[in-house]
């Protein structure tokens, strides 16, 4: 067995903080940005002491922003709002479609199943603008353009095919033994991929969640193109603090806080599972 | 509305009394900010109904979406815009999107054929692009229709610099506002290239506002440490058309100097001739001697934030750049001042080349007439005067507006030299580029090897062959040479 020695434990104390420092550093530095005015983030020198002010985060959440043109009206809480809607729905939707087609593809070798999988994973090869102009042709034939609807459907390009291919790696990697003892015990198929397969998936299907929800989360083009401006999220929406006037340094950093706390909870509340799942365990080798 | 508060609204659009005197009264009578501002949309009503030329209420109960860019002048005209829905019985919804993906939303809901939207804000350059690809209407004939155009609204009255520069006949290197020109966009509002100072700073280093190149090196000079770490010129260098059209273009035109010339009907870079090479061997040492230090990262926003904060003594760059920093939480606010530079120590006056925000009609609206009506109300000189008195609706394309004295007498106050500037400059204020559709792609080049040349991996002469040959070779392979 090996024991770390005095220094090695120091060496790696050291490592970790500077790690720590080059990854948090610039998220300290935003968070800080937000409590300061554009004035105070903006003096020569910069200073790391300032008097703390709430107003960027009030002028967010009542939808005020004064600059040097005046009073502009902010949507960033209806765009954060439509970030929600969109990302949510869209991971919910694919979870829904995707781990049952994950499944089948690790489970059942059946006539062009590779193909197909290919096929959806080739969605995410595609440059969105390509997609996108003849999109917005038939989304406005229809009548989806510039809904909630059209909007998630599309966002199903960026999700299912990352749940589809990470999850369908954590069915394949289970080994198919529990399933059949549960089977023999008289169970149905059905049962049996709700009770068996899902839960020991679920590390897999946490992560493939996690992950798309950040994708989908920070996806900016598939909105700006297909959506009028009440529909657009966050990512496009935090534009609006470049103005032709100046660039509102202070709001900027206070709609990145507010705009990672959502991604933030949902990580932490996730890892609970990643951890869980990889410490249990399935099957003994 | 009660009648003291109409008679005295009245008064004011009837210039009996003063802006001054208007705010007292209107005080006295306890009319709020946000009150004042509908009362003079309803004056503007009155008087625009009182013209009697046109009918406002022809497209009653038809509903416009308009596609606008996040700017004070789309600020000015959605605070107006209860007016107009009165004046018209229209209604009027709008998207608004920042300037960084505006143009992408543009193309992308053009080019897709999208009938959305019946009218757009739009640059001038765009619609080189935009025109000859049907995407907008030739709004001459529109204009030219008196059954469809009041008389009032005064066509004439736009400056003419303006008008000729959002017109042209499609034909790459063609002479914008030519006789047979299209009319793509009506001019709302625009910037002229000059310089902004901070007048503390400059009196400090003791120099005076430069008049012409060398004067400008030489007040360099003296600003470098006369105010710590503040460098002395702050101008654009990211690699992109934005870095062109500015400053530089505007110095660059002052020495007679061309971007492209049109030989026979055949396009040529003339970027490479003496003169270019001297213009820009100064322009490469201005920006190494007294620019900023990350200048290749330069655009709209850092040079304009520097002049705010302090960090910059002076802009050669928009104007209203320079307006917008001298308000609002600047920490210089209130020391910014204003002077036009004719770089050329030989020319007669300035020639400052101009970004002009416009509006746009697109050719997939299903209601043409009524899109023409919102564009005529928006660019009228009532819409012009209520967004130059009370919001930051400048610089107006009226040269109506540039005579009312309420709007003269605000700027002449918060802003020294502001007017001046204008005057001095305005005669000779249009747009210095060839018109041509890879307008984006040569601009984009020529920053590129800007860039290259400041940072000293080619030198001026060779740099500006090598980009030559090179536009050359690109109009050649697409078919203008």
Redesign the interface.
Known sequence: MHHTTTGEKILRGVLITLALVFFLFPIFWILLMSFQ???QI???PPSLFFEPTLINYTSLITGEL?????S?KLEFMHNLWNSVILSTGSVLISLLLGVPAAYAFARYKFRFSEDIAFTLLSFKFAPP?LV???L??YF?AIGL??TYIGLIWVYQLITLPLILWIVRGYFEDISPDIEHAYRIAGHSWAKTFMKISIPLARPGIAAAGLLSFIFAWNNFVFA??LA???KQPVT?GA??F??????QYGQIAAAVVISITPTLALALFAQRYLVEGLSLGAVKG | MFDKEKDLIDALARRQIGRREFMRRAGQLGIGAAALSGLMGQAMNRALAQNGDYDWKQHQGTTLKLLLN???YA?AMIANLDSFKELTGMDVT????????YF??VT??L??????YDALMTGAYMTWTYGPAGWIEDLNSYINDPSKTAASWDWEDFLPGLRASTAWDGMPGSELGSGDAKQWCLPWGFEQNNISYNRPMFEKAGVEAPADMPALMAACEKLKGANG?VYPIGVRGSRSWATIHPGFLSGYANFGEKDLINDGGMLKAAMNTDGSKAFHRDWVKMIQEFGPKNWSTYT??QV??DL????SAMIYDAD?LGY??N?????E?GNIAYAAIAPNPEASAPTPNVWIWSLAMSSFSNNKDAAWTFMQWASSKEHALFGART??FVNPVRASVWKDQQFLDRIDAKYPGYIEQFETSAPGAKIYFTPQPLFFDVTTAWAAMLQRMVANEIGVDEGLDQLAESINDQLSQAGLQ
């Open positions: 005015t554009n004035a903006l003096r020569i004064q600059t040097a043109a005046g502009l603008l996108l102009l003849p917005t042709l406005q353009a510039n700006l193109v009028s401006a009440d496009v534009l609006a470049v103005t032709a006037s100046g660039i | 996040k700017h004070p600020d709008y998207d608004v999107f920042p300037e960084d993906v992408d939303k992308a809901a080019s897709s054929g999208s009938s959305e770490d709209w926003y304009g934030t705010g904060a302090g960090a209203i917008f920093m308000g609002g939480d600047n920490a606010a919001m930051d």
